[in-house]
């Protein structure tokens, strides 16, 4: 196929599909190799930027999926009714932050480094498809291991873990690593969108709706 034509292939596939699709399913799909497809999806992706088209086309580590232009979130929102989720607090942030940066961690391992019982807040980040699990560690007991997931990445528009914040100092543990953890819990407190503003206020800019 011709490139165009693989771009409204490529195109046609990630709308039908709704949610993220692996790249390899992708270039069997469409009979190309990798760094074609590669190639085909950042022409999408400029195009729809610099037409400032209503979608947009997201690389989430090893797969792609076709969304809403996070602008226009606010209209997607009042026209379909949907609902803002709620605002994670402080602790789920700590929480979520010491995952993505150690994973895959136990609970035991968070509960270290916070100083206290984190298993109300993992259940809750469980619940949002922010975690997921990882798989036993192979020690007595053998306690689940919780990674973050691809919604994770998506909430917080990041393309894979390896654009997180460097932080200062990977080497402490405890309350120091806590510390060390609070420039990177601001970030994401910039990004995340969830608190309620009035219409005008300077709402920040909302994370992308997927499409049906």
Do not use: H, W
């Not at 914040?165 to 405890?174: D, K």
């Not at 806590?178 to 009035?198: D, F, K, N, Q, Y």
Request: aromatic share 6%; with cysteine.
């Amino acid at each position: 196929m011709e490139i165009k034509e693989l771009e409204s292939a490529l195109e046609g596939v990630l709308f039908a599909a709704g949610e993220p699709v692996p790249v390899e399913r992708l270039c069997l799909g469409l009979e190309v190799d990798r760094p074609t497809l590669d190639a085909v999806a950042q022409r999408l992706m400029d195009k729809y930027s610099y037409d400032r088209r209503g979608i947009r086309l997201l690389r989430l580590e090893t797969s792609y999926q076709l969304c809403s232009a996070p602008e226009f979130a606010p209209c997607i929102r009042k026209t379909l009714e949907s609902r803002k989720p709620a605002r994670l607090s402080q602790p789920a942030l700590e929480v979520l932050a010491i995952i993505a940066y150690y994973q895959p961690v136990t609970r035991a391992y968070v509960d270290q480094v916070r100083g206290v019982d984190s298993s109300y807040t993992m259940g809750l980040l469980l619940e949002r498809e922010l975690i997921c699990e990882a798989g036993r560690l192979t020690v007595p007991g053998r306690p689940m291991q919780f990674r973050t997931t691809k919604n994770f990445l998506r909430s917080f528009g990041l393309s894979s873990l390896e654009e997180l914040p460097e932080l200062p100092n990977q080497s402490q543990e405890g309350s120091q690593m806590t510390l060390e953890l609070e420039a990177s819990l601001a970030r994401l407190r910039e990004v995340e969108t969830l608190e309620e503003a009035p219409d005008g206020a300077g709402e920040p800019p909302e994370p992308p709706v997927e499409t049906p």
